[in-house]
Structures are given as C-alpha cells and as structure tokens.
C-alpha cells in the first residue's frame, strides 16, 4: 500500500469505520399530455425535492397551472408544444390543471 493510501485508510477508521451516508438524489418524474386530453399517470407519488415535468406536443393546445400546494406558482403558457416545471418543495399535496381542459386533465400529487 502506498503512503497516501494508508493514510486514507487510517482517516476512515478513525472517522467510524468507514460508513459515510450519502444523501439521497433528487428526481425527475415527467407527466405527458395524451391524445385523449388527459396527463398521463393521472397521480403521482414524488418526495420533497423532486421536479415534476410536464411535456405537451399534440394537436390541440394545453397548458399547466398549479391550483394548490405549497411552493411558487407554475402557469404556462397555451400552446401546442411546451413544458412546464415544479419542484416540489415540501411533503403535502398539490393539484395541477390544463386550463383549456380543466374536466379531463387534472392531476393530484402527492410528495413525501
């Protein structure tokens, strides 16, 4: 073993045998406008940190808007192609809406 190696070697024993935690990765779970004007899942499980992503390219316009939860405002834009972003920053439960079809593209997610 060279001599930067057991040096190493030595810190991690001292520091408790090595075990060092490692914080757990934020994620990206994407809802996708369908054909039949509904998001796709229609709920979704995420954890504090993550970003849920919205993607729309279809024939007839969508948006998104955030009707309730904690954190800042999402609104987009009406178009035919878009995106729009929310990370969510705090366990509870927000609800998201295409304004142009509120009836049938809706969406509940819950954060732990």
Excluded: E
Aim: hydrophobic share 40%; with cysteine; glycine share 8%.
């Amino acid at each position: 073993m060279t001599k930067p190696s057991l040096v190493a070697a030595a810190a991690l024993v001292a520091a408790g045998a090595g075990v060092v935690a490692i914080p757990a990765m934020a994620a990206t779970k994407t809802v996708k406008a369908t054909s039949a004007n509904t998001w796709s899942p229609k709920s979704l499980s995420v954890k504090k940190g993550d970003t849920v992503r919205f993607t729309w390219s279809t024939s007839v316009p969508h948006n998104v808007r955030k009707t309730s939860g904690a954190g800042k405002a999402l609104r987009t834009g009406i178009s035919q192609k878009g995106s729009g972003s929310f990370k969510v920053p705090a366990k509870g439960t927000y609800r998201f809406v295409c304004d142009v079809h509120p009836g049938t593209m809706k969406i509940t997610v819950k954060a732990s």
